[in-house]
C-alpha cells in the first residue's frame, strides 16, 4: 500500500535551518508528483511547495527564496529544504501525493488533488 513518511523535523532557532524527507513506497514514485503542505496551530493545511514528476517546481510566496523542494527517484525520497526559518514558519509538515499520474500542469496547492497524506513531522522555530 502507498506509505509517505515524513522526518527531519524538530526545533530550531529563527534563522536556522532544516531538510525534511518525505520517504514513499507502495506506487511507483517517478510517476507522481509530490507536495508540502503545513498547518500551524489553529490554521488551515497551506501549501508550501511541489515538485512535478518531470521536477518542475512551484513555492508558496511565504517560503519562496527560502525553500526548495527536489526529489530523488532512484530512493524514492523527496526533499524540503528550509533556510533562514521563521517562527511564523512552525508547523506540522506534510507530504502528499498527487492523484494524477504523469501531471504536467502547474501545483497550486489544491488539497483535494492529492490522494495520499503522510502524518507529517512537527517543525519548531524558536525567536
Known amino acids: 500500500q502507498v506509505q509517505l513518511v515524513e522526518s527531519g523535523g524538530g526545533l530550531v532557532q529563527a534563522g536556522g535551518s532544516l531538510r525534511l524527507s518525505c520517504a514513499a513506497s507502495?506506487?511507483?514514485?517517478?510517476?507522481?508528483?509530490m507536495v508540502w503542505f503545513r498547518q500551524a496551530p489553529g490554521k488551515e493545511r497551506e501549501f508550501v511547495a511541489a515538485?512535478?514528476?518531470?521536477?518542475?517546481?512551484n513555492y508558496a510566496d511565504a517560503v519562496k527564496g527560502r525553500g526548495t523542494i527536489s526529489r530523488d527517484n532512484a530512493k524514492n525520497l523527496v526533499y524540503l529544504q528550509m533556510n533562514s526559518l521563521k517562527p511564523e514558519d512552525t508547523a506540522v509538515y506534510y507530504c502528499?501525493?498527487?492523484?494524477?499520474?504523469?501531471?504536467?500542469?502547474?501545483?497550486?496547492?489544491?488539497?483535494?488533488?492529492?490522494?495520499?497524506w503522510g502524518k507529517g513531522t512537527l517543525v519548531t522555530v524558536s525567536s
Open positions: 507502495g506506487f511507483t514514485f517517478s510517476r507522481y508528483g
Open positions: 515538485i512535478s514528476w518531470s521536477g518542475r517546481t
Open positions: 502528499a501525493r498527487d492523484g494524477r499520474v504523469f501531471y504536467g500542469g502547474t501545483y497550486y496547492g489544491d488539497p483535494n488533488e492529492m490522494n495520499y
